[in-house]
């Protein structure tokens, strides 16, 4: 991480406390102008919380709290999978980076890509010019963000390629709000379904309520949930198997909405063949005999 550059203002024990922290290496540059792409926007939402409102500086013990959550959001456990009873989950929305590598190996183009852009909704559903997985915004992404722009038959030839397959709007559900580890740590309970699949509350998603991020957020920079599973309310809808007609269940709901649309009992269908800016996925993977929950 020897170009990662941290916005610390005017604090002169910001650049101390990040490296005793472990955050930044020795090697890398702490700015004081403005932080680099990665970083940039969640820190400007995170400085302005936790910093002093009679000064505008952020003491050191303040900066050690913003360390931790940057040193959480760059270990996303992005390609980790949760093996609950049944199945196992992926523990993050599939990515850009994860999606790419199946591009390559299989030549893939996606629709997207073929019919001019991906959706976006203004005025009604707009087709935006060059938007697609590989650029969700219209602009190259940093790999960690979720692949979308992908219909339902994309996301499930993903899946299978990498040996799984999109789950049941039950198998998601059971995932997302049903604590199944054997052993989970505080402040989990074993058994206990829980109201959101951030726990207690919403707290922590990546909803249209005010939070470090204005679109999508990259894998694992938000709340882990239930069963130890990122995103599985908000930031994109993802796909399942449930069918009406020629549509299909999109659960958990997105960065464009608020906490509402997290909750279990949300039916939120589309057209199969449909993408947009929002809509991602993970998969499920059958399990071996004699593999058990972690």
């Not at 760059?74 to 591009?103: C, M, N, S, W």
């Not at 789950?167 to 559900?173: I, L, M």
């Not at 309970?189 to 005010?210: C, I, L, Q």
């Not at 659960?251 to 279990?264: D, E, I, L, T």
């Amino acid at each position: 991480m020897s170009d990662l550059k941290i916005d610390v203002g005017h604090d002169a024990a910001a650049p101390l406390a990040l490296r005793r922290l472990g955050a930044v290496g020795p090697g890398a540059a702490v700015s004081r102008r403005r932080p680099g792409p990665l970083l940039q926007k969640p820190f400007k939402w995170l400085a302005l919380i936790i910093s002093n409102r009679s000064t505008g500086r952020a003491s050191s013990w303040r900066w050690l709290l913003l360390a931790a959550f940057f040193m959480r959001a760059a270990h996303a456990q992005v390609d980790e999978k949760v093996v609950l009873p049944a199945f196992a989950i992926d523990r993050t929305e599939v990515t850009i980076g994860q999606f790419e590598r199946y591009v390559r190996a299989t030549g893939t183009v996606t629709r997207a890509e073929k019919e001019g852009g991906g959706f976006e909704f203004g005025a009604g559903w707009e087709r935006r010019p060059g938007w697609s997985w590989r650029q969700p915004d219209g602009t190259i992404a940093q790999n960690k963000l979720p692949a979308v722009h992908l219909d339902f038959f994309e996301a499930q030839a993903y899946c299978r390629w990498a040996g799984g397959r999109l789950p049941s709007g039950a198998e998601w559900q059971k995932a997302g709000f049903t604590e199944l580890r054997d052993t989970p740590p505080a402040p989990w309970v074993k058994d206990r379904t829980y109201p959101w699949t951030t726990g207690e509350s919403p707290n922590g998603a990546n909803t249209s309520d005010p939070d470090p991020w204005p679109r999508a957020a990259p894998a694992g920079a938000t709340r882990a949930g239930v069963n130890g599973l990122f995103d599985m309310g908000a930031n994109v809808w993802e796909w399942t198997t449930d069918a009406n007609g020629k549509e299909r269940r999109t659960v958990g709901g997105s960065w464009w909405y608020g906490a509402f649309n997290m909750k279990a009992d949300v039916q939120a269908f589309k057209p199969a063949d449909f993408y947009a800016v929002y809509l991602g996925f993970r998969c499920v993977y059958d399990l071996q005999p004699n593999r058990r929950s972690q």
